[in-house]
């Protein structure tokens, strides 16, 4: 076959689809298929139709954890966000040694998440980590301040050990957005009298703003279904103040071993990722 037919392109891509049929496609529809089902391992699997989702959307529980995970996972988003564009924009007016502050920002990404959580379970350690002994000696703080035992603060502390692996993440999209403005505008921005933040607010955003958009909706995924750093730092407590749906589901599955209900509890977050991606994918097409 010549390459110029089309014939020689399907069979080409006959691989590639037999992966994705494996890897993608068969999980997802067991997923589906199970979530219709009183799957348990003492019980005939029946079909019970949306006896699993009247379930899960009457549960309190559920309820709780999705809120608890739109908390994480905007927290979490934002100051990734944050953080990646801050250094970005600094390693970017870095011109000697530039390789070597930027290979040191890229240090805390090689972290696993459940890694990180157990060391930042350690820096907010109230007897033996170094941040409220820092404050003490800063006479910020009078006795060691207990995180993991305060709702509120709890939340906090993941939102930081799960935002420390991502922040160069959103770093790499934001400073190659950086790198690809032309150095011009702002020699023009500077005759024209635009100071820096002038230069950054009608310059560089308006220009990185799809890079940013591309980390955003990579980062607010994973951050939504994430599990390791709370896992590792909490476990969902204190009295789940740090319960998200991940962790609902492994509950579903693993403690009340009712495949049914966790089967359909997967498809609901999975439903809420991708509905909130498309809402990405449609701003940047739009902005486009």
Not at 144 to 149: E, N
């Amino acid at each position: 076959m010549r390459i110029t037919n089309s014939k020689y392109g399907v069979i080409l891509s006959i691989p590639g689809l037999v992966i994705i049929l494996a890897l993608v496609i068969f999980p997802l529809a067991t997923l589906f298929i199970a979530s219709f089902l009183h799957y348990t391992p003492i019980h005939p699997v029946t079909f019970t139709g949306l006896k699993n989702y009247k379930y899960i959307f009457g549960d309190r529980l559920f309820w709780l954890s999705l809120q608890k995970t739109v908390i994480y996972a905007g927290g979490a988003t934002s100051l990734t966000f944050c953080g990646g564009l801050i250094i970005a924009v600094l390693l970017s007016r870095i011109t000697r040694g530039s390789g070597i502050f930027r290979s040191l920002a890229m240090f805390s990404w090689a972290v696993p998440l459940v890694i990180s959580g157990f060391i930042w379970r350690w820096i907010f350690n109230p007897n033996v980590g170094v941040f409220s002994d820092l404050l003490m000696k800063l006479r910020l703080i009078s006795e060691p301040l207990p995180i993991f035992s305060n709702p509120v603060l709890s939340m906090v502390a993941c939102i930081i050990a799960d935002s420390w692996v991502r922040i160069p993440f959103m770093c790499i999209f934001a400073l190659a957005g950086i790198e690809s403005i032309p150095r011009e505008l702002y020699d023009a921005a500077t005759v024209d009298g635009a100071d820096c933040i002038a230069s950054f607010r009608h310059i560089t955003l308006p220009l990185i703003k799809n890079m940013v958009f591309i980390g955003l909706l990579i980062t607010s995924m994973i951050s939504f279904r994430t599990i390791d750093v709370i896992f590792s730092m909490t476990g969902g407590g204190p009295a789940r103040s740090t319960y998200v749906l991940s962790l609902y589901i492994i509950e579903q599955l693993w403690l009340r071993t009712n495949y049914g209900t966790g089967s359909a509890a997967g498809v609901i977050m999975l439903f809420l990722i991708s509905s909130f991606a498309s809402f990405y994918m449609y701003l940047i097409l739009k902005k486009e």
